[in-house]
């Protein structure tokens, strides 16, 4: 999409004008990342000659990769130095990274299949669905969106624990799909559920990090919580 984002690997090619008044030849690009979100695997681009006042696009690209942890809006700084002959040119240039920022914008707690009495309270062993709503805050696309719901607390069995929220465009919304995916659990004890005395957590993940969670979410069993623990933030 000709977007920087958190995660990805660029091929970085670099237009070079020529200001002076003879041609250039033997011209190269090598780029020096200073910034920890930035690896270079390949640093040196090449350039055929140069005429004088002319503009050339090199012959091969620059490649350097944006750490998926790279918060939105980051301005990454990396250093450039041209070459031709005895003559060296050097500059910092800074690559603005996108990357999404989660937000638990709402969900649906239903007990209307299996063994739910479709009161809409959970209650003891029972069978309950869980839909979400998630918001991209930032300015990255979020690709391919996994929720694994997940719970340290005895009282809660997991029934379902994946869903697929597909790919959210930055400020936008999804719902887990396709319709009705849901997250499902039971709670072999409802006790202070509603003093928020047991919680589960959502972690999301997607294409660029399939196995490092992006964002861990606390989800309260009736109803949904602000607090997050947000790893883009």
Same mark, same amino acid.
């Given at each position: 999409?000709? @977007?920087?984002?958190?995660? +990805?690997?660029?091929?970085?090619? @670099? /237009?070079?004008?020529?200001?002076?008044?003879?041609?250039?030849?033997?011209?190269?690009?090598? !780029?020096?990342?200073?910034?920890?979100?930035?690896? =270079?695997? %390949?640093?040196?681009?090449?350039?055929?000659?140069?005429?004088?006042?002319?503009?050339?696009? /090199?012959?091969?690209?620059?490649?350097?990769?944006?750490?998926?942890?790279?918060?939105?809006?980051?301005?990454?700084? =990396?250093?450039?130095?041209?070459?031709?002959?005895?003559?060296?040119?050097? +500059?910092?240039?800074? &690559?603005?990274?996108?990357?999404?920022?989660?937000?638990?914008?709402? !969900?649906?707690?239903?007990?209307?299949?299996?063994?739910?009495?479709?009161?809409?309270?959970? +209650?003891?062993?029972?069978?309950?669905?869980?839909?979400?709503?998630?918001?991209?805050?930032? &300015?990255?696309?979020?690709?391919?969106?996994?929720?694994? @719901?997940?719970?340290? %607390?005895?009282?809660?069995?997991?029934?379902?624990? =994946?869903?697929?929220?597909?790919?959210?465009?930055?400020?936008?919304?999804?719902?887990?799909?396709?319709?009705?995916?849901?997250?499902?659990?039971? !709670?072999?004890?409802?006790?202070?559920?509603? +003093?928020?005395?047991?919680? !589960?957590?959502?972690?999301?993940?997607?294409?660029?990090? /399939?196995?490092? /969670?992006?964002?861990?979410?606390?989800?309260?069993?009736?109803?949904? &919580?602000?607090?997050?623990?947000?790893?883009?933030?």
């Amino acid at each position: 999409d000709g @977007l920087i984002d958190a995660g +990805e690997t660029i091929e970085l090619s @670099l /237009p070079l004008r020529n200001r002076g008044g003879a041609t250039g030849v033997g011209v190269t690009a090598t !780029m020096t990342s200073l910034s920890a979100f930035v690896s =270079v695997s %390949d640093a040196t681009s090449s350039y055929p000659a140069i005429g004088a006042g002319a503009l050339v696009n /090199p012959s091969d690209p620059i490649v350097l990769t944006v750490d998926r942890m790279a918060p939105d809006r980051t301005e990454a700084k =990396v250093h450039l130095a041209y070459v031709s002959g005895a003559t060296t040119v050097e +500059e910092d240039i800074i &690559l603005y990274v996108h990357a999404p920022v989660f937000e638990w914008h709402r !969900m649906f707690v239903r007990d209307t299949t299996g063994t739910g009495n479709s009161n809409s309270i959970v +209650e003891p062993n029972e069978d309950v669905r869980l839909r979400v709503e998630l918001r991209n805050g930032g &300015l990255g696309q979020a690709q391919s969106i996994i929720g694994k @719901l997940r719970a340290t %607390d005895p009282v809660f069995v997991v029934t379902d624990s =994946v869903v697929d929220f597909g790919t959210i465009a930055g400020n936008a919304r999804a719902i887990s799909q396709p319709f009705p995916d849901t997250f499902g659990f039971q !709670m072999t004890d409802t006790t202070g559920a509603w +003093e928020s005395s047991h919680r !589960m957590f959502v972690t999301l993940y997607d294409t660029y990090s /399939p196995s490092t /969670p992006l964002a861990t979410i606390l989800v309260d069993p009736v109803g949904p &919580l602000q607090a997050i623990s947000n790893l883009k933030s």
